[in-house]
């Protein structure tokens, strides 16, 4: 039924000022008093207009009896309108007319409803209530399958989870395990390399004060790490001298994973030389340069941060990221690992830490994931088979290399780099810098962390015939760049084999500036992990949360992708229809403010929302093997709209361009296909490179519900706020 919403009715409300001004005697004013008043009124009239005003529930059990919920008068003039065309003529609505509206209109099976007539309030209560005006089909964990194997699943997925910024200077966190954990990601990356062993820096310190006149060099285990710590000391100092010159006090320091436990000594501005953190500050640039002198202001650091030297560390080797202890994200991931659902966490090492060291991981793992650590198969799911997911509920798996053979050539065990060139895409991300444009030396893993890699063991992709490729427990690293090379060159079998077995896409290693990969192209081809720099809310990001919205990390694949099903490729796996989408955008409350949108006060007259709207689908390119990606390394994209521009942060886009249309797209699959909202500011403004994002929102086809609906919106950042949108959503898959 498509609805012909009758002309505009008139907002209600009457402001305090505008019935005392009417009832008072009718004197005319003075005329420098009539500009006033006029303001007033003009003022007044706005902000009554722009906030959400209350709808009261009639009955709801509470004290008074009442239940209110604040809408905008935009809102409510569209609601207002469709109550208005429902009853007709009639000064209430009925029962049938409401049911048919509720099956023809919004998608509802069989609604019984319980009263004869429905006044307003009553009409909206029943609607919100009972069935809800979301526009996102919920999927509650109840309804989940979880009784197909592990790799029948798509798993949201991170890649160099600790990192808070950049790939090359970015900072380390325990604190981003607790962030993607929480936000439903269910693969996370630790980057693992040597702490500062005793057979490493004191052996140095100690060559140094027996050879005074030969400069120390740093070990290949803690050179990079001494580099983060140096550029952290050089930022300080920087702040420090600028405080200095300006006279302000010393404030607490950025780091807070350093404390201070020696005594300070005073540098040139008479102030300590060692910060509140416990960062040797730099004392002139000349110096610090000298190699004996990092090593030295190195010592005195290793033993004031807050996790224990001798174990493992977690950061981005080869760059400036500052580290963080090994010990402290296990402790972080075991503390926020289910809290918010039981399904199974992949945990991804990349391992740079020589054997010593990773018998320390294995005893912190042990530890710190007692209980949940998967450290042995199940009696009754052996190797020679993938387990079900509802098998390893509440359970840790490493995903780790397998020692290597008996007979096979022992690998090089230093980390020192060799002089060959690293295309980026012929080996795994294990076995690669991601950061470097040289190879690293393959490292040692030995028997007890090897032995973890239970039902998730890393291999090295070579071919999709080799031996590797047929055990189930084995996971290929593959980069972006050769998975697309494989779409043309391997078509079948890349598809194919991601039908039984697991495979993990990451971001080439040129995108530095922890920009994504677009991941429904990966889905298409059965690709289970797609590993997302999650630091970045960008379209990839917007992309992952349609897909996991609400879906506890792990969904199941649609038919024709399961490894019980005989399709041969992806033009094949699933059936296609034609899609017929019209959404049309018709107000909005509490949209989130771009930067500079809004004054001082908090008024936010001067924003100009608009909605941009894509669709994401399935291209032909993707089934013929093709090319799909432009000559900028983007996905090809075609399906874009967008709507007029509203005012303020509670606009109507009334009736005139706000129809967004997607009309006989072909070959649609509606389970890997997205529509992705993002509202921008269309206000002019100082400077004109501001930013002009303001919100966002993606949903799966599949979950897209019909009729009229809210969309919810987050933030630039990626942050739930209160901002809807009303819109009406008519689709059609033929």
């Not at 019935?19 to 006033?36: I, K, S, V």
């Not at 699943?153 to 600790?162: A, D, G």
């Amino acid at each position: 039924m498509h609805m012909n919403i009758l002309p505009r009715v008139q907002v209600q409300n009457l402001h305090d000022h505008e019935r005392c001004h009417r009832d008072a005697p009718q004197t005319q004013p003075q005329p420098r008093r009539r500009g006033h008043i006029q303001k007033l009124k003009r003022a007044v009239d706005l902000t009554t207009f722009i906030a959400p005003t209350p709808i009261h529930f009639p009955g709801d059990g509470t004290a008074d009896g009442r239940q209110s919920i604040y809408l905008s008068a935009g809102i409510q003039k569209h609601l207002r309108k469709i109550f208005d065309y429902l009853r007709d003529k009639d000064s209430q609505l009925s029962r049938t007319k409401f049911e048919r509206f509720l099956i023809h209109e919004q998608g509802e099976e069989a609604p019984k409803l319980e009263r004869d007539f429905y006044k307003f309030e009553q009409f909206l209560e029943e609607w919100w209530m009972r069935f809800g005006l979301e526009a996102e089909k919920p999927s509650p964990l109840s309804e989940k399958d979880l009784t197909k194997p592990l790799s029948n699943y798509f798993i949201s997925s991170s890649h160099n989870t600790y990192l808070s910024g950049n790939q090359l200077a970015g900072k380390s966190s325990a604190d981003a395990y607790r962030k993607v954990l929480r936000r439903g990601c269910r693969c996370i990356e630790i980057d693992v390399w040597n702490g500062d062993s005793p057979s490493s820096t004191p052996d140095l310190v100690a060559r140094s004060r027996s050879k005074p006149e030969h400069a120390r060099h740093l070990s290949g285990s803690s050179w990079h790490s001494a580099a983060a710590t140096w550029k952290d000391a050089i930022e300080e100092k920087i702040e420090q001298t600028g405080r200095a010159l300006l006279g302000e006090k010393k404030p607490r320091s950025r780091a807070p994973s350093f404390t201070s436990q020696n005594a300070p000594s005073t540098d040139a501005f008479g102030k300590d030389d060692t910060n509140d953190s416990g960062i040797f500050s730099v004392k002139d640039s000349s110096s610090s340069l000298d190699p004996s002198v990092l090593a030295e202001q190195l010592e005195r650091t290793s033993t004031r941060q807050s996790f224990k030297t001798t174990e493992p560390i977690v950061m981005h080797g080869y760059t400036l990221t500052r580290p963080v202890g090994f010990r402290e994200v296990c402790k972080a991931v075991r503390e926020t690992a289910f809290e918010t659902s039981n399904l199974p966490i992949i945990v991804s090492l990349e391992v740079h830490a020589e054997l010593e060291q990773q018998d320390l991981m294995v005893q912190i793992m042990k530890e710190e994931w007692a209980g949940v650590l998967v450290e042995e198969p199940f009696v009754n799911c052996p190797l020679d088979r993938m387990p079900r997911l509802d098998q390893l509920l509440g359970k840790i798996l490493v995903k780790v290399k397998k020692p290597p053979r008996p007979d096979a050539p022992a690998p090089m065990a230093t980390l020192a780099p060799v002089a060959t060139i690293d295309d980026g895409d012929s080996c795994s991300e294990d076995e690669r810098g991601s950061s470097s444009s040289i190879k690293k030396a393959k490292v040692l893993i030995g028997e007890p962390l090897g032995a973890l890699g239970i039902y998730t063991h890393s291999e090295h992709f070579k071919s999709f015939e080799s031996a590797a490729a047929k055990i189930p427990s084995h996971i290929f690293s593959v980069s972006e760049s050769r998975i697309l090379e494989l779409h043309q060159t391997k078509t079948q079998e890349l598809f194919r084999h991601n039908m039984n077995y697991f495979m993990r896409a990451f971001p080439k290693g040129l995108r530095f500036d922890s920009s994504n990969l677009d991941p429904s192209l990966f889905w298409r081809k059965g690709v289970q992990m797609v590993a997302l720099n999650w630091q970045s809310t960008d379209e990839a990001m917007m992309l992952n949360d349609g897909m996991f919205s609400g879906e506890h990390g792990w969904v199941l694949k649609p038919p024709g992708y399961r490894s019980d099903d005989l399709s041969t490729s992806q033009a094949d796996a699933i059936s296609h229809r034609t899609l017929m989408l019209r959404i049309t955008v018709l107000a909005g409350q509490h949209i989130p403010l771009p930067e500079g949108a809004g004054s001082a006060n908090g008024h936010t007259r001067s924003f100009r929302p608009f909605v941009k709207c894509e669709l994401h689908v399935e291209k032909p390119e993707e089934r013929s093997s093709g090319s799909i990606i432009d000559g900028n390394g983007r996905a090809l994209d075609d399906f874009k709209q967008k709507t007029v521009s509203g005012k303020t942060d509670h606009p109507d886009f009334g009736s005139t361009k706000n129809l967004l249309e997607f009309i006989g797209v072909p070959k649609v699959v509606e389970q890997l296909s997205f529509v992705r909202f993002k509202i921008e500011d269309g206000a002019s403004r100082i400077p004109i490179h501001r930013d002009p994002f303001a919100g966002w929102a993606c949903i799966r086809l599949d979950r897209l519900r019909t009729g009229y609906r809210f969309i919810h919106l987050k933030d630039p950042k990626g942050n739930p706020t209160k901002g809807v949108l009303l819109v009406r959503v008519d689709k059609v898959l033929s």
